[in-house]
């Protein structure tokens, strides 16, 4: 399990890397009650997807496939994903 963003105290994201074949996992929560834009770099775990597609997620406006370097959680928002 790889931290992202650190520099961002109000999201908790990482990715957990893929096993025997399969992607690896994105997971993100916004611990705010305000939007956070969140800036991956995916890199330093060793992923080099470029987008993300949702798995599971508490908000509707995040079920579809977005770019992995830049996603906007709504407040207290969650999201669940593989990156491919």
């Not at 508490?58 to 977005?66: M, W």
Request: charged residues 10%.
């Amino acid at each position: 399990m790889i931290m992202l963003d650190a520099n961002n105290p109000s999201v908790l994201s990482y990715v957990r890397e893929g096993v025997g074949g399969q992607p690896s996992i994105l997971v993100a929560v916004n611990c705010t009650a305000e939007p956070q834009a969140i800036f991956l770099d995916a890199t330093a775990a060793n992923v080099y997807g470029k987008s993300v597609h949702t798995l599971v997620t508490n908000v509707p406006s995040l079920q579809e496939a977005s770019s992995v370097a830049t996603i906007v959680l709504p407040p207290y928002a969650s999201l669940v994903g593989t990156i491919k």
